[in-house]
């Protein structure tokens, strides 16, 4: 083959691929629908949760990562997962457990001094103002090690966790009070506060259940132990709470199972505990003045101090009219307070109905002192008839319930029925039914537990997945159903599968309610949110030795670690500060040595720890493990430990080859002068830039700042470079100008995005015809040969309505067929110039009006090109 057809056809096979990406975007949608089987309502379910590239979600959901111990974050109504937040595990990626301000979080999370590296995580909760969601903080809890855990909305990342100082498990938590005064933890299975032991049979007597009020500061995010009191409860097993709010505000409310108080013992010959502990007609629902109960709590006589934590025992709480029982259908497992406050939903997952609960009823007869009578431990008890609002029948095994922004309407899981009904707690109408697969447990509503819920999807959080999915083994994903509910009826959307623990709660906010940072500040604790003691700026890197222990400041920045060699003996105590220098958004680096069971990831202006026992002797290369930028593998370094008992022979040094002066010189006349040349065009985009008011943007600002950290660094290297050219040393030069080559490559890529974006910040308005003439151009593949403002494979198109006459049609002729005009004295120059012909990318009339339309913004805009 003759070069120029080879070439030729090179360039048509890549014309080629750029036609089929037209054709495919060209083709039918029915055609696409008879490939894949796809019917009509297949194609609008997909449409309704389609983001194309680029484009965000309405709603952030944040999962509970079951077994995982984890939270995981997606979007609705793409349901693309973002992040899994490490909580209650370690979680390598993110560094956490890994490095040693992580691990200090972590290791709250130690029980009687042991440490426990995974949760069983439930219930997830956004921090309130009036009931809403503020998008600031978010608490989870570990049933497993009872726990809760708070997470920082800034950074997704854990910041505390707070062991339980007297429930041996927990399920009824994390729920924020109205203003997030509190966060509930309700126990689960009775135990003894203490950490003694006591018989079963003393169950009655020495085990508990309990309610722990955890005082929260919202301004710093923390749980305040010292501030947190725990209000005795009889061993009924206590489940989920919730929070009153509105007409309800200062009250809890949680149910429980298991007033039986039953205790099991199969192997003694007694039915096992699912008969034993259902046995009732009725369990009882917990209610509980915890703003009084607060007051009580800070006067000493009140409380019992059991672990060091304020205990307010039952008597106490009843003594100040502060506890309460309504009786509630068997084995209840949910209780939701409509956002208003003044219903609660109850529903029994051993009874077909849903009780709505009227609290103006029960504080009626709490005002009036009615009571039915009293438990066992003397808690009086309310009548439930005259509590309730009403029940409605909703169908076998209803456990939890979201609200709609439609006044009285509801959702509500259906576990044994596999469904999610639709319903009227007001006039307790059963509206509407939709099956979903399988077994549902929570499900999730827009804000649909806040005092103003969204509507639009629920989500459907299923225990088995059984045949939705490719096997993958035994072990099945869980199943996560978008249900849309803004029609009549519910209308399943589409599955989601998650290869992480039981779905069991999720909680959704608005995105645009969230304000995550891109960067910390530098030398940030990203675990305190203070300046880390190891903050190291460029400049102070530095290996500090007092005895055996070692110190290490130390930075990272594309593309090196500074120091590159750190030399220990062995059985050194190594302490090792690491800041991530860069100020630019996504420019994470991510921090290891081998064999020494370390990791960290490092954000934008994170610092952080590595401690460790250099016990290991040997040459362990460290290094950065993210790919953050060509030259990331170069990104290392040696520690290297050495035995101060053992005596090494330097090894004989190679003979190596080295060059003449005068080709030294060269290399470095060549390399400075490759320089000159890159900064000259740096110079041209920062002119634009300037000429343009680059400033006027903060976005692009922002790019600017990161842009012209790389470039300030260029001086320091030049005067080395300078310096090592005067003392002779030409080969140390080249490294210097190389050093300088790097920074400027750097910067340019930076300037270059920060000029991109300035051009669409500042450039007119583009119509909606021109937006879409936009991506056809790129979709159809007219980018791989038409830059625009340069010329390219083809020649730039800025001004080429006005080159030709009638120049709008002559080039809509053009592009709808190319051929013909193959022998146009003007074409034909092209071609012989470019050596390629324009091919017929198949587009239509309208694909063809909406390119004019974007050739003529470009033109309007010519001069930003
Ligand atoms: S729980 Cu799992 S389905 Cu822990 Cu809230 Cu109800
Ligand atoms: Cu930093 Cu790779």
Not at 98 to 112: P, T
Not at 598 to 616: C, I, N, R, V, Y
């Amino acid at each position: 083959m003759k070069p120029v057809i080879s070439k030729i056809s090179s360039l048509l096979l890549g014309t080629t691929i750029a036609t089929t990406a037209l054709l495919a975007a060209d083709v039918e949608l029915s055609k696409v629908m008879k490939d894949r089987g796809l019917s009509e309502i297949d194609v609008i379910r997909a449409a309704k949760t389609y983001n194309p590239s680029g484009v965000k979600d309405e709603f952030v959901v944040f999962s509970s990562g079951g077994q995982s111990g984890q939270v995981i974050v997606y979007g609705v109504p793409s349901m693309r997962i973002l992040k899994y937040i490490g909580v209650f595990t370690p979680e390598p990626w993110q560094g956490y457990g890994y490095d040693k301000d992580s691990l200090e979080v972590l290791r709250q999370g130690n029980i009687r001094g042991k440490e426990i590296n995974w949760g069983d995580t439930h219930h997830p909760a956004l921090s309130e103002k009036d009931g809403k969601y503020d998008g600031k903080w978010l608490a989870i809890n570990d049933k497993a090690n009872p726990r809760i855990a708070i997470i920082d909305l800034e950074d997704f990342e854990t910041k505390q966790i707070v062991p339980n100082p007297v429930f041996k498990s927990n399920h009824g938590g994390a729920f924020f009070t109205p203003n997030s005064e509190y966060i509930i933890e309700a126990s689960q299975y009775g135990a003894p506060y203490d950490n003694n032991y006591h018989p079963i049979e003393d169950y009655k007597e020495t085990y508990r259940g309990g309610v722990t009020m955890w005082k929260f500061d919202d301004k710093i995010g923390r749980i305040m132990p010292k501030d947190s009191f725990t209000i005795e409860m009889p061993p009924y097993n206590q489940d989920l709470s919730d929070a009153g709010k509105g007409e309800s505000y200062g009250w809890g409310f949680t149910n429980s199972f298991n007033t039986e108080m039953y205790t099991g013992g199969i192997e003694v010959g007694m039915p096992p505990n699912e008969a034993g502990m259902s046995r009732n007609d009725t369990d009882f629902l917990h209610v509980y003045n915890w703003q009084k109960l607060a007051e009580v709590a800070k006067d000493p006589k009140n409380v019992k101090i059991i672990n060091d934590h304020k205990i307010i025992p039952m008597d106490i709480a009843v003594k100040n009219e502060a506890l309460f029982l309504i009786p509630e259908p068997k084995s209840p497992h949910g209780v939701d307070v409509s956002p208003d406050g003044k219903y609660l939903i109850v529903c029994g997952k051993l009874d077909t109905h849903a009780s709505v609960y009227d609290f103006k009823k029960i504080k009626e007869q709490i005002d009036k002192k009615e009571y039915i009578g009293k438990d066992p431990y003397g808690i009086p008890i309310l009548d439930m008839k005259k509590s309730l609002h009403g029940q409605a029948e909703l169908g076998l095994g209803p456990l939890h319930t979201q609200f709609s922004p439609v006044d009285g309407e509801v959702y509500t899981s259906l576990y044994v029925d596999s469904q999610v009904v639709k319903w009227n707690y007001k006039n307790l109408k059963v509206l509407d039914k939709v099956n979903v697969h399988y077994n549902i447990g929570h499900l999730a509503g827009m804000e649909g537990k806040s005092a103003d819920p969204q509507g639009k999807y629920i989500i459907a959080l299923n225990k088995l997945s059984i045949d939705r999915f490719q096997n993958v083994g035994p072990l099945h994903p869980q199943n996560h159903q978008l249900i849309d509910i803004s029609g009549k009826s519910m209308d399943l959307l589409v599955d989601m599968p998650l290869p992480l623990g039981e779905p069991h709660q999720a909680v959704s906010i608005r995105a645009s309610k969230l304000h995550p940072k891109v960067r910390y500040d530098m030398g940030t604790n990203t675990k305190t949110g203070e300046q880390h003691i190891g903050k190291t700026l460029a400049g102070q890197e530095r290996i500090e030795r007092n005895g055996n222990h070692v110190t290490i400041y130390s930075t990272l920045v594309r593309s090196h670690i500074n120091p590159e060699r750190i030399t220990v003996n062995k059985g050194d105590k190594v302490t090792l500060y690491m800041t991530n220098l860069e100020r630019a958004q996504d420019e994470t680096h991510g921090f290891t040595i081998n064999d020494y069971n370390l990791h960290t990831s490092l954000e934008p202006g994170e610092t952080s720890t590595f401690e460790f026992t250099a016990d290991l002797e040997g040459v362990f290369p460290y290094y950065c493990t993210e790919f953050c930028s060509a030259l990331h593998l170069e990104m290392m370094g040696y520690l290297m430990v050495k035995d101060p008992n053992k005596k090494y022979e330097s090894a004989q040094k190679l003979k190596m080859q080295t060059m003449s002066p005068e080709q030294l010189k060269a290399e470095y006349d060549k390399t400075v002068s490759v320089n000159t040349a890159t900064d000259a065009v740096i110079q041209s985009v920062v002119k634009f830039l300037k000429d343009n008011k680059f400033g006027d943007h903060k976005a692009v600002a922002d790019l600017v700042t990161d842009a012209l950290d790389q470039y300030g660094k260029i001086p320091a290297q030049k005067k080395l470079s300078d310096e090592a050219v005067k003392a002779g040393d030409m080969e140390k030069a080249i490294l210097y100008e190389n050093m300088i080559w790097q920074l400027m490559v750097k910067t340019a890529d930076v300037g270059i995005r920060a000029k991109d974006t300035l051009v669409k910040l500042i450039a007119t308005k583009q119509s909606a015809e021109a937006a879409r003439g936009e991506k056809t151009f790129a979709e159809g593949g007219c980018n791989g040969c038409h830059v625009i403002g340069k010329v390219s494979s083809g020649p730039d198109l800025t001004g080429v309505l006005q080159r030709h006459e009638n120049g709008e049609k002559w080039v809509t002729n053009f592009i709808l067929d190319p051929e013909k005009m193959y022998t146009d004295p003007y074409v034909k120059g092209m071609i012989d110039f470019f050596n390629l012909k324009m091919p017929n990318q198949h587009m239509s009339e309208k694909e063809t009006k909406d390119i004019i339309e974007y050739l003529k913004w470009v033109e309007e805009n010519a001069n930003l090109f």
